[in-house]
């Protein structure tokens, strides 16, 4: 079964105010077991507004947000209990942390959950461990760490939830290349098992290229494209036509096309570029 | 949540009123709570809501958002007339029981009370409806700098409020942000007791404070980078001029002030 689904969301605003915006026009999205969907867009395509609601944080102003199959909103009170199951990390959410250790920090959510406190604490050490936070840091204040430090810490906070779904809002936003590639490896680290399920947003497509299964393009509140990498990279028109650029390679390849090579325009990364212009040369084909 | 909270309303347009100098909207302003208070005759209070509307209506600012701005003070207006028409002590009573007398006076106390409230808090409400906060401090900082004389650090405090004043709405949206990423770790604002509730504040105020002092310190840094050093020798990007309209307003104004003064006098 579906982890998520979101049906026809519309979310306006400040309605009814000189201030009416409206955020999301009609957008439906799921997300199965396994996946990782990367949701891009431009800044105020609505991204964030979308992933709001997945965990209950806005309401839409028209439609429907199931978790496994439950209407979160049936029971407007009993809201927060799909927080723990839908795990969202905001931008930058390094921001969040306050409490004395990092160990405490992360103990926030299962905490909130009314775990006990020796499941917790071995949902804190597992936590720690999957983001690639060392022991000895547990121990520390969040506010003596580097920065990209205080990032893992901030995701251990919501691993430590477990939950089915894990949402990241641009999870690689200021850090260098290392530290990006460390965190998708999180991300897929907690794939692994096949039960659960992420969506990653960004403005990016270099990153969500390499790692996404699908892809869905979000353009001033619509979805303008969905598909599998390469279907939706394949649509050169319509996603610079949203402002967005293809993923270095991408563009490498369909300006080699415009040539008139026979490039493989649906290449992921840099290592299927060069392969691919290796079988070119071979080929030696001109088209 | 908390994007609903208006505060330096500014309202952004292009009226009359808007393009009046700041500096003598706030010597206009002066003037019309000295009229507000002087006022003491029907004729008087006539003349300045006539004023009133004027200003309203020219400054195009949707009458709905002056009214909202008067809601936000309602239980202080209510409680102030039922406390003038039952604790004023007059001649022509008109009705009594128990302790509760009604007079006319007190009727008639009440009732400009009531209005003066309503003046005053529209009238100064149109001041930063239609003035930016930053002309305003600039303004407050013109209006000021004979202090400089005495040693008074007029520009410094003029440049402490225009920066706590544009950073209201950057700290209104940080504060929605951790909100929302500590709900997401499951965090509860809104039930349990008082202490409980108080308690469940930490998780924000402790990041709110974090990134209020490191973009102080980012500020400070970016300032100094740029060689600020204070209000000596200073020159302005906006230069404040007055034009005819500021005076002929300014003219207009006094001219009604003396008006409220005169009906005063005459008892009409």
Known sequence: MEILRAEHITHIYSPKTPFEQKALDDVSFSVSPGELVGVIGHTGSGKSTLISHFNGLLRPTSGKVFVEGEDIWAQPKQIRRFRFRVGLVFQFPEYQLFEETVEKDIAFGPKNMGLSAEETAERVREAARSVGLDESLLEKSPFELSGGQKRRVAIAGVIAMRPRLLVLDEPAAGLDPRGRDEIFDTVRAYLASGENAAVVVSHSMDDVARTASRIVVLDRGRVALEGSPAEVFSHRDVIESTGLRLPFVTRVMHRLRDRGFAADVSVRDLDEAADALLRLKGGGGRA | ?268
Not at chain 2, 53 to 63: K, M, N, Y
Not at chain 2, 212 to 223: H, N, S, V, Y
Request: proline share 4%; aromatic share 12%; glycine share 6%.
């Open chain 2, 1 to 268: 949540m908390l994007k609903n909270i208006t505060l330096g309303q500014y309202f952004p347009g292009n009226s009359l009123i808007h393009r009046i100098d700041a500096r003598f909207k706030l010597i206009l302003t002066a003037l019309f709570i000295a009229m507000v208070f002087c006022a003491k005759t029907p004729a008087g209070y006539g003349l300045i809501a006539a004023f009133l509307i004027f200003v309203v209506a020219d400054s195009r600012i949707p009458p709905r958002l002056i009214l909202k701005s008067l809601r936000s003070i309602l239980i202080f207006i209510v409680f102030t007339a039922v406390l003038n028409v039952f604790f004023t002590k007059g001649e022509t009573v008109l009705f009594s029981w128990r302790f509760l007398t009604v007079s006319r006076e007190g009727i008639v106390f009440a009732v400009s009370m009531v209005l003066r409230i309503v003046f005053l808090i529209v009238g100064t409400s149109m001041l930063t409806y239609t003035t930016s906060p930053i002309l305003l401090t600039d303004a407050i900082e013109a209006l000021f700098s004979p202090l400089k004389k005495l040693r008074f650090p007029v520009h410094e405090l003029a440049m402490m409020m225009s920066i706590a004043l544009r950073f209201i709405p950057t700290l209104i949206e940080e504060t929605d942000k951790i909100m929302s990423a500590q709900k997401s770790r499951g965090a509860d604002f809104e039930s349990g007791n008082l202490f409980r509730r108080v308690k469940s504040f930490i998780p924000l105020l402790i990041p709110l404070f974090v990134s209020a002092f490191r973009r102080a310190d980012e500020l400070a840094t970016a300032m100094e980078s740029r060689c600020y050093r204070g209000g000596d020798g200073r020159t302005r990007y906006r230069v404040m001029r007055s034009a005819a309209r500021d005076w002929v307003a300014l003219g207009a104004a006094a001219a009604l002030t003396a008006g409220v003064v005169v009906l005063r006098i005459f008892g009409l």
